[in-house]
């Protein structure tokens, strides 16, 4: 008898739906009158926006894998965003290709971190990913 889904298929399902469900649960009303009180020493630390980096391979051997994943956050971002944003500022996604290569994904890790300011990474799918840059 055959499996309904592969191990690899749930761990990518399951991946996915933790990172929306992540996402989901930032959101806010888009009233103000029902946003949550913040520390006025971050309240002027996001400007205009959010901005939230994305570092999946786009390209390389595990691009088949994880393209889906960084198309399921961007539509996470997307609906949060429509929502209202968080805390009153929409979401921007800044997306990077890790190249299916650890040494690259530390190099844009590091480039999202210090160069675009983001507050969280999404990504670094394989352990070696997220390893490199330790």
């Given at each position: 008898m055959k499996e309904l889904f592969s191990r690899r298929e749930l761990v990518i399902f399951g991946s996915t739906v933790a990172?929306?469900?992540?996402?989901?649960?930032?959101?806010?009303?888009?009233?103000?009158?029902?946003?949550p009180k913040v520390s006025p020493s971050i309240e002027g630390t996001f400007g205009?926006?959010?901005?939230?980096?994305?570092?999946?391979?786009?390209?390389?051997?595990l691009a088949i894998s994880e393209?889906?994943?960084?198309?399921?956050?961007?539509?996470?971002?997307?609906?949060?965003?429509?929502?209202?944003?968080?805390?009153?500022?929409?979401i921007e996604a800044i997306v990077e290709d890790g190249n299916s290569d650890p040494a690259t994904f530390a190099e844009k890790a590091k480039k999202l971190i210090e160069q675009d300011k983001v507050v969280t990474v999404f990504g670094c799918w394989t352990s070696a990913s997220r390893k490199a840059g330790v």
């Open positions: 990172s929306s469900l992540l996402l989901k649960a930032c959101r806010t009303a888009s009233s103000t009158s029902s946003r205009e926006t959010i901005k939230v980096g994305i570092l999946h391979s786009l390209s390389g051997s393209k889906s994943v960084v198309d399921a956050e961007r539509l996470a971002i997307e609906e949060i965003n429509q929502a209202g944003g968080v805390l009153g500022k929409q």
